[in-house]
């Protein structure tokens, strides 16, 4: 196991890219600590499986750096490097067994054969296929045959990474939350570096300690499920993470107060800067209801098992709110009120607002 460093990661597609958007990826400093359990998480095109194989060696970067505990490796070949990469359709030899292709891996680094039993048998364990181990590959059905593919990639316990790009596409929904929390326990049972990449918010948050949000080529914020969640730093990670996502809401700034759809909101602490795109940045789990605050239209109720969603006008601006209780009725008039410590202020998408001294 190791820790991977990327080093000013740079990485363009095209044999003389002009333009930061000539780059797949722009500008890539990330530390992977040994033994973490991560998730790369970002829209379908953002670059993740291109920094994926920059890490394995498939791709070699335009410029930058990988380090494995310090050491340059950036010319190496990915069998040099002991990286495990689980894609995104299966990758076995459908002429063998499930059992031979767990031990392929092994086999080929000339591990014993008391020791490769007892890891297939392991794998096969955790992975609910030890009763598939004499079955010919070719006839399994796309799930299994992806759970075998992931069963390589963890067979080895020497390797610096084991690395899974959208693993779960080809799985059925019902199997996959299943699959989801296998990996979760497997990694508290390895505790090997794992980066699990994903467009899908809620693999990546159940699945990682933390969090790497990438967005066209860059990286926007790297945080605990609850730091992504709690304080987004950048418009994109507040509304892609969260359903609803985060209100946007177009306002004017001074001080610690917004001014939005010409009411006065109280914010976290001072905004700094000035000019460019202003936007209140608020969640609809602090969005509450109120005697006084901010008037609204109520335009929509939704029913969502757990809570409701409601859509609201202030003014020309729609955003939504979420509550247990007191719940309005659809076309009714009522006052929101913001809360201040979770109420702040983005310049160009980034965030402005100072958190407050405690
Ligand atoms: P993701 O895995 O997040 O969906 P990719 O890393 O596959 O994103 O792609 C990032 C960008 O690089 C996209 O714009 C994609 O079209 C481009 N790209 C990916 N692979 C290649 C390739 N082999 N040649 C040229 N462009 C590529
Ligand atoms: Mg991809």
């Not at 670059?47 to 750096?65: A, D, M, R, V």
């Not at 894609?87 to 392929?104: C, K, R, S």
């Not at 008037?295 to 109720?301: D, F, G, L, R, Y």
Request: aromatic content about 6%; overall charge negative.
């Amino acid at each position: 196991m190791a820790q991977i460093k990327l080093s000013n990661l740079r990485h363009s597609y095209m044999p003389a890219p002009k333009g930061p958007d000539d780059y797949a990826l722009k500008e890539i400093d990330v530390t992977w600590r040994d033994g973490g359990a991560y998730a790369l998480l970002g829209p379908s095109g953002c670059g993740k499986s291109t920094l994926l194989n920059i890490i394995s060696g498939l791709l070699t970067p335009s410029e930058g750096q990988i380090l494995f505990d310090g050491q340059d490796v950036t010319t190496l070949p990915p069998d040099q490097r002991n990286i495990a990469q689980v894609f995104q359709f299966p990758v076995i030899y459908d002429t063998m067994t499930v059992g031979e292709n767990l031990a392929f891996p092994l086999k080929n680094r000339g591990v014993d054969p008391a020791t490769i039993k007892r890891r297939v048998d392991e794998i096969a364990e955790m992975l609910d296929v030890a009763d598939m181990l004499g079955t010919r590959a070719s006839g399994l059905s796309p799930d299994n045959k992806q759970k075998i593919s992931m069963g390589r990639g963890l067979v080895r316990d020497d390797v610096n990474a084991v690395m899974f790009d959208e693993p779960l596409t080809v799985i059925d929904p019902h199997l996959k939350w299943k699959l989801r929390s296998k990996l979760k326990e497997l990694h508290q049972r390895v505790q090997a570096t794992m980066i699990y990449v994903t467009h899908d918010q809620t693999e990546a948050l159940t699945f990682a300690d933390e969090v790497v949000v990438m967005q066209d080529g860059e990286v926007v914020q790297i945080g605990t499920p609850v730091e992504l969640f709690e304080r987004p730093q950048h418009t994109f990670v507040g509304h892609f993470i969260g359903s609803p996502g985060m209100n946007v809401l177009p306002c004017e700034a001074k001080g610690d107060r917004a001014l939005f759809e010409g009411h006065e909101v109280m914010l976290e602490g001072p905004t700094h800067g000035d000019g460019g795109r202003t936007d209140l940045g608020i969640r609809p789990e602090y969005v509450g209801f109120g005697d006084t605050g901010i008037p609204a239209h109520v335009t929509k109720v939704s029913d969502i098992g757990r809570h409701f969603v409601v859509s609201a006008m202030v003014g020309n601006t729609a955003l939504k709110a979420v509550t247990e209780h007191s719940v309005p009725e659809p076309g009714s008039e009522v006052f929101l009120q913001f809360k201040p410590e979770q109420s702040r202020v983005y310049r160009d998408g980034w965030i402005a607002t100072q958190e407050r001294a405690q």
